[in-house]
């Protein structure tokens, strides 16, 4: 029987429940191996709270325990909600013109965005790419998904670029929402398709803010597909 | 909360990693717990709460420090380490090594170890503070414990 080292770990920490612990312990039994990196997990742990103990014994800072035990905090007024609302006024802003520009750009060509109540969804090959490509085996497409995952408040979301536009989109019931646009790796032939590869950071952290978890590995992203983003 | 405080820079020194950051991220934390503290909800655990402001503050820190183009804080600020007495040099030497070691991890698994392996959290507890899954948290830990196995000998 082989144990994964997550549950070597959560043995070696007492986080099993007795049944889990019970099989890891047999298993330990038989294998010296396994018991020897129980050792070194529980010595590791032993090591870096040893260390780090005389900390939490240090004398705290005076003018940092002042500041708790004093009876006068000024308790600051919450900061009025004003900064939101100027913040969701340039994030339309900024919709309206990347509409705007999108929209000018591509009326005739039945471009890879639409509007729908409002927001802003991809239509068109972009749409398509969303619905049906998996990162893992998309080839040289002209519209590259870069990362799929699952959005803290539920749904799917993925990172893609496009001629026109990179971005993100999340599923909801009228299609894929976009969350985010950039300008895009630009028009032109498929040799001039360099940056498609090489994702946007700052995209990328906006979807890391996004995630619950961990970006969908190649299974979990034709799972998700197979259930049509749902 | 005065009573958390030990906890909290312990906490703090393990994410930073050098005694400056750690007691300014520990004087902002307790200044944004005590402006949020009606949030604050009876019954809940405190220290898990200020552990929570404490690292997403550590988060937007570390971000603008990205932005302005100084991801790393130099080597000797986390090696400058005072010496008072015989007894707190050998635990500051202890320190320094495991310091050393915990400092080259990836953020994520950095505050997994620290609140795992440091402040003694069960593998629940800590995944609530970070706000993921427990499988993202075993598995960052997991990887974060290796690194440092591999760093600081078999022998730990």
């Known amino acids: ?230 | 909360m005065l009573a958390l405080l030990p906890r909290l820079r312990r906490f703090a020194r393990a994410l930073t990693g050098n005694a400056a950051d750690a007691d300014d991220l520990c004087q902002a934390t307790v200044e944004k717990a005590l402006v949020a503290r009606a949030q604050w909800q009876a019954g809940t655990r405190m220290d898990s709460w200020m552990y929570r402001i404490m690292r997403n503050g550590w988060i937007d820190t570390t971000r603008a420090r990205t932005r302005a183009g100084q991801t790393f804080v130099p080597e000797e600020a986390g090696l400058a380490i005072g010496d008072h007495g015989d007894r707190t040099i050998e635990a500051h030497v202890a320190l320094g090594e495991v310091e050393t070691a915990l400092r080259t991890l990836p953020d994520e698994q950095r505050e997994a170890v620290a609140l795992v392996l440091i402040e003694g959290l069960a593998y629940k507890e800590a995944a609530a503070v970070l706000d993921v899954p427990m499988g993202t948290l075993t598995s960052r830990l997991v990887r974060g414990r290796q690194a440092l196995l591999a760093k600081l000998g078999e022998a730990a």
Not at chain 1, 108 to 121: E, K, S, V
Request: with cysteine; proline share 6%; charged share 20%.
């Open chain 1, 1 to 230: 029987m082989t144990i994964d080292p997550e549950t070597l770990m959560a043995f070696a920490d007492g986080e099993l429940d007795p049944l889990a612990a019970k099989r890891v312990e047999r298993a330990i039994a038989a294998d010296p191996l396994l018991a020897e990196q129980v050792a070194a997990q529980r010595a590791l742990r032993a090591r870096l709270s040893a260390a780090f103990a005389p900390l939490a014994e240090e004398a705290v800072p005076d003018a940092l325990a002042a500041r708790l035990r004093s009876n006068v905090v000024t308790l600051a007024a919450p900061a009025p909600r004003r900064v939101v609302s100027r913040w969701r006024e340039a994030l339309a802003l900024a919709a309206c013109l990347t509409l705007g520009v999108l929209l000018g750009q591509n009326w005739r060509a039945a471009g890879p965005i639409a509007a729908h109540d409002g927001a802003l969804y991809a239509s068109g090959r972009l749409a398509g790419a969303l619905d049906t490509q998996l990162a893992a085996t998309q080839g040289a497409a002209p519209v590259r998904v870069l990362a799929s995952f699952r959005a803290t408040g539920g749904g799917y979301c993925r990172v893609f670029a496009a001629p026109v536009t990179n971005g993100i989109a999340c599923r909801d019931a009228h299609g894929w929402a976009l969350r985010q646009t950039r300008a895009g790796t630009g028009e032109g032939g498929q040799g001039d398709y360099r940056q498609a590869g090489s994702p946007d950071p700052a995209l990328l952290a906006a979807a890391q803010d996004m995630m619950a978890g961990d970006p969908l590995d190649a299974a979990g992203e034709a799972k998700a597909q197979a259930s049509g983003w749902r």
